[in-house]
T-cell receptor, first 114, second 112 residues
Framework: GNSVTQMEGPVTLSEEAFLTINCTYT??????LFWYVQYPGEGLQLLLK?????DKGSNKGFEATYRKETTSFHLEKGSVQVSDSAVYFC?????????????FGQGTILTVHP | GAGVSQSPRYKVAKRGQDVALRCDPI?????LFWYQQALGQGPEFLTY????????KSGLPSDRFFAERPEGSVSTLKIQRTQQEDSAVYLC??????????FGPGTRLTVT
């Protein structure tokens, strides 16, 4: 079956540091890939997505590239802010169905200090 | 416009009690999903509705879990005879037939 593995957290960085959160996946077919973010006290929000190999998703300074050869979708940001502190989830959408149920990784807690 | 809403936000139940969790999706969204999120884990799929039809219930962990969406809008997730392992956050998401899933804030269920 499908699975998503994220790097272990928590991750603690100083403001303006470079961020990488690793994500690898196992899936049959050609899933779409997502990063979701959960800010404290809030629901899950879609951060970015990529629907086919070599696509790059980007939003709010975050980027991730769909790498089929390495089955990866690593999240990066060049300069993090305190406001980026949140839990980040990598997910894939099952393309064997038309409705795209999601399989999530376990989440990575990011804390950014001033 | 209004997002996905869920109620109650918090629910404490004694083991063996039945609970009902409500989801109000975004108006007009055809698809509705329920996920279960255990502490420190990512959400796990429970079930999917397209309008009033429950097309996938492969993630429901036992026959104590039951979901419905009788008029193709509001959905209710019911858990009978709750057990401690049912303690989790229950998330609802809605989307157009092909599109981004919008998540509600979740219901945190604690079974004592």
């Amino acid at each position: 079956g499908n699975s998503v593995t994220q790097m272990e957290g928590p991750v603690t960085l100083s403001e303006e540091a470079f961020l990488t959160i690793n994500c690898t996946y196992t899936a049959t077919g050609y899933p779409s890939l997502f990063w979701y973010v959960q800010y404290p006290g809030e629901g899950l929000q879609l951060l970015l997505k990529a629907t086919k190999a070599d696509d790059k998703g980007s939003n709010k300074g975050f980027e991730a590239t769909y790498r089929k050869e390495t089955t990866s979708f690593h999240l990066e940001k060049g300069s993090v802010q305190v406001s980026d502190s949140a839990v980040y989830f990598c997910a894939l959408s099952d393309d064997s169905t038309s409705y795209g149920k999601l399989t999530f990784g376990q989440g990575t807690i990011l804390t950014v200090h001033p | 416009g209004a997002g996905v809403s869920q109620s109650p936000r918090y629910k404490v139940a004694k083991r063996g009690q039945d609970v009902a969790l409500r989801c109000d999706p975004i108006s007009g969204h055809v698809s509705l999903f329920w996920y279960q999120q255990a502490l420190g884990q990512g959400p796990e799929f429970l079930t999917y509705f397209q309008n009033e039809a429950q097309l996938d219930k492969s993630g429901l962990p036992s026959d104590r879990f039951f979901a419905e969406r009788p008029e193709g809008s509001v959905s209710t997730l019911k858990i009978q005879r709750t057990q401690q392992e049912d303690s989790a956050v229950y998330l609802c998401a809605s989307s157009n037939l092909v599109g981004e899933q919008y998540f509600g804030p979740g219901t945190r269920l604690t079974v004592t």
